[in-house]
Structure formats: C-alpha cells, structure tokens
C-alpha cells in the first residue's frame, strides 16, 4: 500500500491493529513508524509524505505487530525506567508495573544506615571492613532489575542471577551496555535460585534481594504476546508458586539480619507469598506492596535476627 502522509499509514496501521485486539494499537503504530524514521514518537512530521521505502519497510512490521508478534521483539529493545534493554526471543520482556518494586528497593537502599553509606571510598572500608550495599536479582532475565539499581545507586555492588541459557546472553549482553558513569559493573552469574546454596560466599551479607519469578499460574487463556516469553520466565505451575515457594531458602541464606526482599508476584497469590514466606520463620515485617494500578502484586518483607 501507498501512503501519501505518515498520518495515512498510523492511521492504517492503528485500525488493522484494533481488528486483531492489540491492545495499545495506536502507540504501537507511532513507535514502528518512529523506529522506521528514526525520530521521537511524538516527532513524526505526521503531513509530510513518507521517506522513500517506507510504505514497504512499515508494512512488514505491521503486518509482524498484526499478527501478535510483541512489540519488543520487533523494536528489539524494552525501555524500564530510564534504561534501554535489548530484548527478543529467548529472554522475558521487562514490564512498567515491575518498575515500582525497582524503585521500592532503591528508594531503601538510600535509607540505609547513614554510616554504612558514608563508607564507600576504598580507604574508609579497608579501615572499618564496611561494604557498599550488596543486592542480589534472582532470575534476572534481561537483567532490568540489576540494572535499574546499578543506575540509581551506582555505588551498590550488584549481582544478577539467571539459569537459562538464552536469557543470560541478554543478561550479559544489556550488563555490559547500560552501566554508566560511576556505577559497579553488575557481576552476571548463572544459578539456579531454587538452590540455597547459591552464591555461597555472600550468604548473610546481602542487604537487598530483588526478584521477578515466573509466577503466573498454567493457563491457556492470556494475551497471545506473553505465551512468546519463555514458558519457563513466565509460569510457575499449575498456582503459580512452584519457584516462589523453592527460591524462599535461597532468599534467607543470602539476606544479612535487616536485609530486605521484594517479591513480584501474581494477581491472587499475594496471600500465599506472605504464608510461604511466614511459614520459613526467618522473615519479619512481612508486607504488601501495589502496583499504580492499586493491585496487590508485591510482597516485602525483612530478614530477623538469627
């Protein structure tokens, strides 16, 4: 098809995307078109006639959007808060709701005791043996946790921890290319989480624990894009529990006494994060955190004294 104005062709795009139920069919069709031109998505001389190439170039991507490829995929990037991550097949996609528990950690960790925080230059902490703040990402995937954290609080030293092979490529790959200025390069690790002894050499000293487990129940209902995230980044059996429930002692052995987690999880099983996590006996303040929607969909929670 032949379009006179790049209004012409978002408009097409965004109809033959309602057709299919994308749903945000028009701020899809402004980003393919954006990523073709390569302006901003609200920059699209929207009058003007289209580059030449452009009608084929931005069909194809539609006609890959139309037929429920995920937009990320197509883009080959995810943005999580300030970050740009290289996502597709193989890796789970970062989503906004997981960025209120990245900034529900970080806001933490620069409320840590002011003395710990004012030892971070070398001589101080070979003197007084502190450490900057220790965080652990447990099954990192394209590592958007770890990174938002290395971003915020560039003096943390940060772990991210990934199992499968396809999804630790990103891991290393967006590791590599998003740690800027003075932040610690994010040291990538490939562990299982439900394995208490991972990490051994940090057990007892991690102040922080972020983690976005697969944790939706099996269901062959959802929306076609998510069934193309690795099924094992996105279930966690037939409640959605199984890595939850597995990854709890791995969690306590690597938290220091005060340390924090916070655990993102399904619509309806807040209940059962806050019983699983209570039943360990080792975690206190045990506590419900909600997306912008007002949707119970994290659980944090203190390590005790042991």
Same mark, same amino acid.
């Given at each position: 098809?032949?379009?006179?104005t790049y209004?012409?062709?978002?408009?097409?795009?965004?109809?033959?995307f309602?057709?299919? /139920?994308?749903p945000?069919?028009?701020w899809?069709?402004?980003?393919?078109?954006?990523?073709?031109i390569?302006c901003?998505?609200? *920059?699209?001389? +929207? &009058?003007?006639?289209?580059?030449p190439?452009? *009608?084929?170039?931005?069909?194809? %991507?539609?006609g890959?959007?139309?037929?429920?490829?995920p937009?990320? =995929?197509i883009? /080959?990037?995810?943005?999580?808060?300030p970050?740009? +991550?290289?996502? /597709?097949?193989g890796?789970?996609?970062?989503r906004? $709701?997981?960025?209120?528990?990245?900034?529900?950690?970080?806001?933490?960790?620069?409320?840590l &005791?002011s003395?710990?925080?004012?030892?971070?230059n070398?001589?101080?902490?070979?003197?007084?043996n502190?450490?900057?703040?220790?965080?652990?990402?447990?099954?990192?995937?394209?590592?958007?946790l770890? %990174?938002?954290v290395?971003?915020?609080?560039?003096q943390a030293?940060?772990w991210?921890?990934?199992?499968a092979?396809a999804?630790?490529?990103?891991?290393?790959r967006n590791?590599?290319?998003?740690?800027?200025?003075?932040?610690?390069s994010? &040291?990538v690790?490939?562990?299982d989480?439900?394995?208490?002894g991972?990490?051994?050499?940090?057990?007892g @000293?991690?102040?922080l624990?972020l983690?976005?487990?697969p944790y939706?129940p099996?269901?062959?209902?959802?929306?076609?894009?998510?069934?193309?995230d690795?099924? $094992?980044?996105?279930?966690?059996?037939?409640?959605?529990?199984? @890595?939850?429930?597995?990854?709890i002692?791995?969690?306590a052995?690597?938290?220091?006494?005060?340390?924090?987690v /916070?655990? $993102? =999880?399904?619509?309806?099983?807040?209940?059962q994060v806050?019983?699983a996590?209570?039943?360990?006996?080792?975690?206190?303040?045990?506590?419900v955190?909600?997306?912008?929607?007002?949707?119970a969909r994290?659980v944090?929670?203190?390590?005790?004294?042991?």
């Amino acid at each position: 098809m032949t379009f006179h104005t790049y209004k012409e062709a978002l408009r097409d795009a965004t109809e033959r995307f309602c057709a299919v /139920g994308v749903p945000s069919p028009e701020w899809d069709a402004r980003l393919l078109a954006a990523h073709l031109i390569h302006c901003g998505h609200m *920059d699209i001389p +929207l &009058n003007e006639a289209p580059i030449p190439g452009f *009608d084929v170039a931005y069909g194809a %991507l539609v006609g890959r959007r139309e037929a429920r490829e995920p937009l990320q =995929h197509i883009l /080959g990037v995810a943005w999580f808060g300030p970050l740009e +991550l290289e996502v /597709g097949p193989g890796v789970f996609i970062p989503r906004p $709701e997981t960025e209120v528990l990245a900034d529900w950690g970080v806001k933490f960790l620069t409320k840590l &005791n002011s003395r710990e925080m004012t030892k971070l230059n070398s001589r101080e902490m070979t003197k007084t043996n502190a450490h900057p703040p220790r965080v652990v990402d447990l099954c990192a995937g394209s590592g958007a946790l770890a %990174l938002y954290v290395a971003h915020y609080v560039p003096q943390a030293e940060v772990w991210a921890v990934e199992l499968a092979d396809a999804a630790l490529a990103y891991t290393r790959r967006n590791a590599a290319t998003t740690v800027r200025g003075g932040a610690r390069s994010v &040291n990538v690790v490939q562990g299982d989480v439900t394995d208490a002894g991972l990490l051994p050499e940090l057990h007892g @000293t991690v102040d922080l624990v972020l983690t976005n487990p697969p944790y939706v129940p099996e269901t062959p209902d959802l929306d076609p894009e998510v069934y193309q995230d690795p099924h $094992e980044a996105v279930f966690g059996g037939a409640d959605g529990m199984e @890595t939850i429930n597995a990854m709890i002692p791995s969690i306590a052995a690597l938290l220091r006494p005060g340390g924090k987690v /916070g655990i $993102e =999880h399904d619509d309806d099983t807040s209940e059962q994060v806050q019983e699983a996590l209570r039943a360990d006996g080792g975690f206190t303040r045990i506590e419900v955190l909600k997306d912008l929607t007002g949707t119970a969909r994290f659980v944090t929670a203190e390590r005790g004294v042991q």
